[in-house]
C-alpha cells in the first residue's frame, strides 16, 4: 500500500522538484548579473547587441525611458499606464502642464516632483526593483505605474 | 529637477501606507505553482486515506509537564495582558496625541504589526491576540470592578449569530484599509478603532467573553490562524498537534464562511485593485473610485463565499447531516489557502514597513524622540532587492498552503460524507480550491 502511495505520489515530487530547481537557477542567475554589472544596461539589451553599436549615444538613448505627462484642465494622461524600467535606470518625465502642482513618485522613500506651468523636465531613477506608483495628487490620479526590475 | 526624499510631514497621502509594491511574479513560476496544485489536489484524491485521520478528542501529544505549567500559569497571563495594555497606551498615545503623518506609528502598527503581523505571531505561538487583547483586558476589568463572575454577561450569546458580528467587522476593517480615500489620516483610523473598542466593551457587558470569542475580528482572525499552529488543548491540556490535526479542531458556527470569505476575497481584492484594468476602468470615471472599490470589494468576499458555499453543497450527503451546514464544515480547509495567500501578498510589506514601523515606535509624536533606542536604526531592504527569491517564496507559500487545504477537505469529506460520495462529493470543492490557487497565482502574475 505504501508503495503504492509513493508511486502515486511522485509525479507531486517531481513537479514540485523541478519547479523549485528550475526557480533555483533563475534566482542565482539573476543575482550574479546583478552583482556583477550593477552598471546600467538591461540584460536583454546587452545579450543582443553590445559590441556592434556606437558606445556613446544610442547606449546613453537606450539608457532611458521618456514618457511625457500631460495635465490639461486638470485631468491628466496617462492613466494607469505601466512603464517598465531597469533599477538604476532613467525615466526622463516630461510634464507639460497648464498648472503648477505636485507629483508624488510611491517609492521608499517616497519623493516629490514640484512642475511649474509649462513644460518641464524631470529625471526619476529608482534603485529597487518592485512597483512603483506616480500619482498626483488633488485630484487624486495614479499615472503611472513603473514596474522597475 | 527638484527630487529629494519626501518631507512627509505634511504630506497627505490617498495612497496606502508603503512605497514600492512587489513585482508580478514570473509567468513560468505562476504557471508551476498552479501545476503543482493541480497535481497535488487530484493525488490528494486519489492515494489518501479513506478513513477520517483526525480527531479533536484524540490528536495530540501532551506537552511536557512544565511547558503546559508555564502557559497556563496566571503570572504569564497577566504579564500577557499587561505588555498588551502598555502596547496599547503607547499607541494610543501616538494616535491621540501625535502627529497626522504618516511617520505616526500609529498607521503601521495597526496596517502592518496588528494586521498582518497577526498571522505569523498566531502561527508560531497560538491564539496570541486573545492573551493581549486590551478590549478583552479593559473588559475583564471592568467585570472585575463591578463584580460580575470572570467571563459572563447578562445574556448568553446567541448560538445562531456564531461568526457573523466578527466577519461584519473585518469587513469594516478591510474596506478602511483598501477602499477608504483617507485611510492613512490618523483621524478616521482612530474613530475605527474607538468604534470598535467601544462595541467590544459593550458586547462584551451584555455577552460576556464569549462575544469576544465571537464578535472582535482580531481575535477570530487571530484564533482562526493558530488552528495552523502546532499548539492545541485538549480537555484543558496543552497539546502538540500537527498543523493539520490542529485545523481539523475549528468549531464550525453559522458565518464562518462569511468570516473565510472576507479574508480571501479582500487580499485578492488588494492584488486586483492595483491592476492596469481596473485602475483605468476607475480613474475614467467621473465618480470618485469608492463605490466601484466598495462593489468590488463586496463581489470578491462574496464570490469566495458564495463558490465555497455552492462547492460544499453539491454532493449526496447522509440523511444525518443537513445540506445547508456544509459550507461551515468545510470552511476550515480554506484558512491554510489564505495563509499561503497571505504569505504571498503581505511578505515583503510585513518585513519591510514593519521594520519601518519599529523604527517609528520610538517616536510616537514626530518631534525626534527616541524612546525605544530603535529610531537610527535602518530597514533592510534585503527581500526587495532579491525579486526573484521573493517570487519563489510567495509561490512555494501559496501552493503550500493549498496542499494542506486539500488535505483538511479530503479528512472532513471522508468523515462527514456517505461513503458512496466520498470521492465524487469532493470533486467541486476540489475544484473551487484549484480555482482559488489558480486565482491567486493569477492576481500576483497580473497585478
Not at chain 1, 43 to 48: G, H, N
Not at chain 1, 142 to 149: H, S
Not at chain 2, 127 to 139: E, G, L, Y
Not at chain 2, 148 to 169: D, H, K, S
Request: charged share 15%.
Amino acid at each position: 500500500m505504501s508503495g503504492r502511495v509513493l508511486t502515486r505520489l511522485a509525479p507531486v515530487v517531481l513537479v514540485l522538484a523541478a519547479s523549485l530547481t528550475a526557480c533555483g537557477g533563475d534566482g542565482d542567475a539573476d543575482q550574479t548579473s546583478t552583482s556583477s554589472d550593477t552598471a546600467s544596461d538591461t540584460p536583454s539589451d546587452t545579450s543582443a547587441d553590445t559590441p556592434s553599436d556606437t558606445p556613446t549615444e544610442s547606449s546613453d538613448a537606450a539608457d532611458t525611458v521618456a514618457v511625457t505627462v500631460t495635465r490639461e484642465g486638470g485631468s491628466f494622461t496617462p492613466n494607469g499606464e505601466r512603464v517598465e524600467l531597469g533599477v538604476d535606470q532613467a525615466l526622463v518625465l516630461t510634464i507639460e502642464a497648464d498648472e503648477a502642482g505636485e507629483l508624488h513618485v510611491h517609492s521608499t522613500p517616497e519623493r516629490e516632483i514640484a512642475y511649474e506651468a509649462g513644460t518641464s523636465e524631470h529625471k526619476i531613477v529608482i534603485d529597487r526593483p518592485g512597483v512603483v506608483e506616480v500619482e498626483s495628487h488633488d485630484p487624486d490620479v495614479i499615472l503611472l505605474q513603473l514596474e522597475v526590475r | 529637477m527638484i527630487l529629494g526624499p519626501a518631507t512627509v510631514g505634511g504630506s497627505i497621502s490617498a495612497h496606502g501606507l508603503g512605497g514600492a509594491k512587489d513585482l508580478p511574479i514570473p509567468s513560468e513560476l505562476a504557471i508551476a505553482g498552479a501545476v503543482a496544485a493541480l497535481v497535488v489536489s487530484f493525488t490528494v484524491l486519489a492515494v489518501a486515506w479513506r478513513e477520517p485521520r483526525y480527531d479533536a478528542a484524540t490528536s495530540g501529544r501532551p506537552a511536557p509537564a512544565w511547558l503546559d505549567r508555564l502557559v497556563s500559569s496566571r503570572a504569564l497571563a497577566v504579564s500577557a495582558r499587561v505588555l498588551g495594555m502598555v502596547f496599547f497606551l503607547y499607541v494610543a498615545a501616538a494616535a491621540v496625541f501625535g502627529e497626522d503623518t504618516l511617520i505616526n506609528p500609529f498607521l503601521g502598527t495597526v496596517y502592518v504589526l496588528l494586521w498582518v503581523g497577526l498571522v505569523p505571531a498566531s502561527l508560531l505561538l497560538g491564539p496570541v491576540f486573545r492573551a493581549i487583547s486590551p478590549a478583552r483586558t479593559i473588559s475583564m476589568l471592568f467585570a472585575r470592578i463591578s463584580g460580575v463572575p470572570e467571563g459572563q454577561g447578562l445574556y448568553t450569546y446567541p448560538a445562531r449569530l456564531g461568526y457573523w458580528p466578527a466577519a461584519i467587522g473585518l469587513f469594516a476593517f478591510v474596506w478602511l484599509e483598501l477602499v477608504y480615500p483617507s485611510s492613512t489620516d490618523v483621524g478616521p483610523v482612530r474613530l475605527w478603532f474607538a468604534a470598535y473598542l467601544g462595541i467590544m466593551l459593550i458586547g462584551s457587558a451584555m455577552w460576556g467573553t464569549t462575544f469576544l470569542a465571537r464578535a472582535d475580528p482580531f481575535e477570530v482572525y487571530s484564533s482562526l490562524v493558530a488552528k495552523l499552529s502546532v499548539w492545541g488543548r485538549r480537555d484543558g491540556a496543552l497539546v502538540l498537534r500537527s498543523p493539520l490535526a490542529n485545523l481539523d479542531t475549528v468549531v464550525p458556527r453559522p458565518g464562518l464562511v462569511a468570516v473565510v470569505g472576507v479574508l480571501f476575497g479582500s487580499t485578492a481584492f488588494d492584488s486586483f485593485r492595483e491592476s492596469t484594468p481596473w485602475l483605468k476602468l476607475v480613474q475614467s470615471m467621473s465618480t470618485s473610485r469608492v463605490w466601484p472599490d466598495t462593489l468590488a470589494l463586496i463581489a470578491f468576499s462574496a464570490g469566495v463565499a458564495l463558490v465555497l458555499a455552492v462547492a460544499t453543497m453539491a454532493t449526496g450527503v447522509a440523511s444525518d447531516t443537513p445540506r445547508r451546514e456544509l459550507p461551515n464544515q468545510f470552511a476550515h480547509s480554506v484558512v491554510p489557502i489564505i495563509v499561503g495567500y497571505i504569505v504571498a501578498h503581505y511578505l515583503t510589506y510585513f518585513v519591510e514597513y514593519g521594520q519601518q514601523t519599529v523604527i517609528q515606535l520610538s517616536d510616537p509624536f514626530s518631534r525626534g524622540d527616541d524612546f525605544l533606542g530603535t529610531a537610527d536604526l535602518q530597514v533592510n531592504y534585503w527581500l526587495s532587492t532579491h525579486p526573484t527569491f521573493l517570487a519563489v517564496s510567495k509561490v512555494a507559500a501559496v501552493t503550500l498552503g493549498h496542499v494542506v487545504g486539500v488535505v483538511a477537505a479530503h479528512d472532513r469529506a471522508v468523515k462527514l460524507l456517505p461513503r458512496r460520495h466520498q470521492l465524487t462529493g469532493q470533486l467541486p470543492l476540489l475544484v473551487a480550491m484549484v480555482g482559488f490557487t489558480v486565482g491567486g497565482l493569477y492576481l500576483l502574475f497580473a497585478a
